[in-house]
């Protein structure tokens, strides 16, 4: 099987893989690809159709689907490749991913990997909410598949589980499908939707929806045969059940990172929040592989995670995390230059010394009694290391 070649691999186009690959264009990295297993790139907001994306990274309000064309638009002016329907499935190396898409089966190397896989909800199975099995039970995201991007009936009235921000999600796109809301329910004392987001709740979930809040209270029951037809709640300080009838319940909130490549890469994960642990570089375990966005942590909001997709990318100039993928990556092409004798080599040599201060690899350059430039061998580059000209060049 062909061996396809990038400089940096990003595995997944959402908000954090997107904002990784423009900010490593910018940074002058030549080729950056883009992997998504959807059929079309910008992660979960393009199938968010209502307003509240971009505050603090585009300093300005979209909508979920404009916020995921901006950064799309972006991507794809800074020519960075974007291949959708494609799958990463697992590693054939440390830094080799094995891929399947409709055109078959590949791998891919890199010399640096960005994992923005993203969190997905946990579905009413994992809850082990008891009942029977009818239909009309959904998470937010299967919601939206459905009225979005299927544009299939729901339902008439629904439950929504949790009253956090992805629920007044939920609670939105229930609405814009005519669907009114019986209750919010929440195991927790009080919603968790906090300011800049209060007033959508206000407005939307208290004053349009009408929608009543439990708060102490449990969805401990399905019932229905063929289709939902109530659940039972029970409140945690008396132990009381209530049914409530509705036809749809969508389960919100309770995240999981989507860590399988992670785990099969043999990363550390950390038990907490069970995504790859990473240091303030946001670098994994694993040499050359990052993490950035909602795969770390479970569900933060879109601009957070873009914010650190473009940290990742950016990589801070602090000592401590200044080695490997980024300087894999930019340090050879800096040395294809040097080869490059049409160029000034002296002055080759000195941008690539300033580039290599900056990210905190290399030691100033040197220069010997006869005015001969020498380079440092940057720390934790080995993979680029294995020219001997890397030592101690001169220029000619
Ligand atoms: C219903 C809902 C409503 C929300 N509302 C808001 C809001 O109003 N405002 C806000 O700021 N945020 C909101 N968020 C949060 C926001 O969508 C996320 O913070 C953001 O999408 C996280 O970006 P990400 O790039 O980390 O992950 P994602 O957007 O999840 O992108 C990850 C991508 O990786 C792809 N992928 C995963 N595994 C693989 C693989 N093996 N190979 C190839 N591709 C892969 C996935 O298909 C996906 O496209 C909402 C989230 C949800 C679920």
Excluded at 3 to 27: C, D, F, H, M, N
Excluded at 40 to 63: A, K, Q, S, Y
Excluded at 105 to 132: D, F, M
Excluded at 375 to 381: E, H, M, R, T, V
């Amino acid at each position: 099987m062909a061996i396809e070649r990038t400089e940096a691999l990003i595995v997944g186009a959402g908000p954090a893989g997107l904002a990784a690959a423009v900010e490593l264009k910018r940074l002058g990295v030549a080729r950056v690809l883009v992997v998504e297993r959807e059929d079309e790139p910008g992660g979960i907001p393009r199938l968010c159709h209502h307003t509240g994306f971009g505050w603090r990274d585009l300093h300005g309000v979209f909508t979920g689907p404009g916020y995921a064309r901006h950064y799309v638009r972006r991507a794809e002016a800074a020519g960075i490749e974007i291949r959708t329907s494609t799958t990463i499935t697992g590693w054939q190396g440390p830094m080799t991913a094995n891929f399947s898409s409709p055109r078959g089966l590949g791998q891919i190397e890199a010399r640096a990997v960005l994992l923005a896989t993203g969190c997905r909800e946990r579905p009413r199975a994992a809850r082990l909410v008891p009942g029977s099995r009818p239909q009309g039970v959904f998470t937010t995201g299967s919601l939206q598949r459905f009225v979005y991007q299927q544009h299939l009936p729901v339902g008439r009235r629904a439950v929504i589980v949790g009253a956090e921000l992805v629920s007044l999600s939920a609670l939105m796109t229930l609405r814009r499908a005519s669907v009114s809301i019986a209750a919010m329910v929440t195991e927790l004392p009080r919603h968790q939707i906090y300011l800049p987001y209060l007033p959508a709740k206000w407005y939307f979930a208290d004053l349009r929806a009408r929608a009543p809040l439990l708060t102490g209270a449990r969805v401990s029951r399905i019932l229905g045969h063929q289709r939902v037809e109530g659940v039972e709640v029970t409140l945690a300080a008396t132990g009381q059940t209530e049914m409530i009838p509705c036809d749809t319940v969508v389960f919100t909130g309770d995240w999981i990172p989507e860590h399988e490549l992670a785990r099969l890469g043999g990363l550390a994960i950390d038990p907490g929040t069970r995504g790859p642990q990473v240091d303030p570089g946001f670098r994994t375990s694993a040499r050359g592989v990052f993490a950035a966005g909602n795969l770390l942590r479970g569900a933060e909001t879109a601009d957070v995670s873009a914010l650190e997709g473009r940290q990742a990318a950016r990589r801070p100039s602090q000592q401590a995390v200044a080695d490997d993928a980024l300087l894999a990556v930019v340090l050879p092409s800096v040395f294809d230059l040097y080869r490059d004798t049409g160029k000034d080599q002296r002055r080759v040599c000195e941008i690539q010394s300033a580039f290599g201060q900056r990210l905190g690899a290399l030691a100033p350059v040197e220069r010997d009694s006869h005015g001969l430039l020498y380079l440092q061998q940057p720390g934790g580059a080995r993979d680029v290391s294995d020219d001997g000209a890397f030592r101690n060049l001169t220029p000619r």
